[in-house]
């Protein structure tokens, strides 16, 4: 089955402990990015990624990062996470977005405590 | 700055009706519009999208209203059904390569 997957689903933290959600897609997609879901914000792009090993910043990269090192994977990487971290992150994928869309994965909802 | 404002927030319609959901963009070099809809628990689908040298896709019960010159596109759901009750989100990108730009949303229940 094509999808997105991502682990885990749920994750409660400490402030200050790092931490990585990942992403893994079996669709031999290009095109790959992380957003995250806040209530009455929609959803906000946080890193994208349009090959292996090229990434770019989306609208609030603050406090993440990502590597895209195999063309099927792309980790989201908290360094030390915070309380306004916390959050309902999304993976997604496409061959190309602007012609195909994007395929998301199930979500990761993250506490920061 | 908010590149892409939806409206309304929630909208409640019976079974059968015809919701309507608006979104205005301010940036003109936008080429693609999608429409994305989100069950509780599930990550948004690709519904429908269009691009802007067309004024109106239909796929199913579900058609995209575009209007250029306004820099408005809406998403109306023919002959409405429970099942249809969800978060829909519009979206607009420029070249679609380096993601989507969303709306806030719209939490949409379909009354029996």
């Known amino acids: 089955e094509a999808q997105v997957t991502q682990n885990p689903r749920y994750l409660i933290t400490v402030t200050g402990k790092k931490l990585t959600v990942t992403c893994s897609q079996n669709m031999n997609h290009e095109y790959m990015s992380w957003y995250r879901q806040d209530p009455g914000l929609g959803l906000r792009q946080i890193y994208y990624?349009?090959?292996?090993?090229?990434?770019d910043k989306g609208d609030v990269p603050e406090g993440y990062k990502v590597s895209r090192k195999e063309k099927r994977n792309f980790p989201l990487i908290l360094e030390s996470p915070s309380p306004n971290q916390t959050s309902l992150y999304f993976c997604?994928?496409?061959?190309?977005?602007?012609?195909?869309?994007?395929?998301f994965g199930s979500g990761t909802r993250l506490t920061v405590v | 700055q908010q590149q892409v404002k939806q409206s309304p927030q929630s909208l409640i319609v019976q079974k059968g009706g015809i919701p309507i959901i608006n979104c205005a963009y301010e940036?003109?070099?936008?080429?693609?519009f999608p429409w994305y809809q989100q069950f509780p628990g599930k990550g948004p689908a690709l519904l429908i999208a269009?691009?802007?040298?067309?004024s109106e896709k239909k796929e199913g019960r579900f058609t995209i209203s575009f209007n250029k010159s306004a820099k408005q596109f809406s998403l109306h759901i023919m002959d409405s059904q429970p099942g249809d009750s969800a978060t829909y989100f519009c979206?607009?990108?420029?070249?679609?390569?380096?993601?989507?730009?969303f709306g806030k949303g719209t939490h949409l229940i379909i009354q029996p």
């Open positions: 940036n003109t070099a936008f080429d693609y």
């Open positions: 997604a994928s496409s061959l190309h977005p602007g012609t195909y869309g994007y395929t």
């Open positions: 269009i691009r802007p040298d067309v």
């Open positions: 990624s349009m090959n292996v090993e090229v990434t």
């Open positions: 979206a607009a990108s420029i070249g679609g390569a380096d993601g989507l730009t």
